[in-house]
């Protein structure tokens, strides 16, 4: 599409952000010839954005305080969402307990208050994914009120990529199927904060022998950095891209003319 390619690092979760982590990445992805049009964006420097998003859904009465822990949503009678893939998320579906007010508990988190909808209404949400198909989701149903911001004051990731997105201009999001599940409370977000809704492609997920996702909470090992090419050619076999070259730099021209064809043709 001759756009402009994005690097952002979402470390609004700072307990669990590991030190150093941000630059190994960005080095990796220097490593593999894949370097940002724009300057590098750090959810963690933008938190006045977010929180001004969370007051304009206060101002027309969609985000609400919630006083419910993990064992009350635990003890919710609901079953996972399925997600693309074969995926599962753990999120259950909230049962509107604190809608009506907090009954003197205090408040742990912000919720987005998540209208039913009826025929076509807000929560049900439809689009099409370039590699998915049409996609479908009642999110009053699936989801219930999501959470907007966490107990310990974070931003949820929700609403920071929603705000960002529109920020950054974003008109392509690609990104693994594992997110796929996220796409319609996004949506929902968008309508309400009055911003566009980008076009949607979810690849395949890249996977063990096993079966499960690679990833650092399943022990993957990290790219091997004197083999940056072999590291994208294991990425083109995931992708389903056919790309030639013996160098970094001439395997991504080769790759890039293979999406194009693949995504972009037509």
């Known amino acids: 599409h001759d756009g402009a390619w994005l690097v952002r690092i979402e470390d609004l979760d700072a307990p669990r ?6 630059a190994g990445i960005l080095a990796q992805l220097e490593r593999c010839g894949l370097r940002p049009d724009g300057p590098v964006v750090r959810q963690s420097e933008r938190s006045a954005l977010y929180e001004a998003a969370l007051q304009r859904l206060r101002a027309i009465g969609r985000a609400y305080p919630c006083a419910c822990s993990r064992r009350d949503l635990a003890l919710a009678a609901a079953a996972p969402v399925a997600t693309q893939d074969g995926a599962a998320t753990r999120e259950r579906t909230y049962p509107g307990t604190c809608r009506a007010g907090l009954g003197g508990r205090p408040a742990r988190s ?55 997105d529109a920020a950054q201009g974003v008109s392509d999001v690609v990104r693994g199927a594992d997110l796929a599940d996220s796409t319609a409370r996004q949506i929902v977000l968008q309508r309400l904060l009055g911003v566009p809704t980008p076009r949607y492609l979810h690849t395949p997920l890249a996977r063990a022998a096993d079966g499960t996702k690679l990833s650092k909470q399943t022990g993957a090992q990290p790219l091997d950095p004197a ?13 389903g891209i056919e790309a030639r070259g013996t160098e970094v730099a001439e395997w991504l021209e080769s790759a890039l003319r293979a999406w194009r064809g693949r995504f972009v043709a037509g």
């Open 17 to 22: 952000n590991v030190a150093g982590a941000a």
């Open 110 to 164: 912000i919720r987005l208050r998540v209208e039913a909808a009826e025929g076509n209404g807000e929560a049900f949400v439809a689009w099409v994914d370039r590699r998915l198909g049409p996609e479908r989701e009642d999110v009053a149903r699936a989801i219930g009120d999501f959470v907007l911001q966490r107990s310990d004051g974070v931003f949820a990731y929700q609403l920071a990529v929603v705000v960002d």
């Open 227 to 239: 083999a940056p090419l072999a590291s994208l050619q294991a990425a083109g076999a995931v992708l």
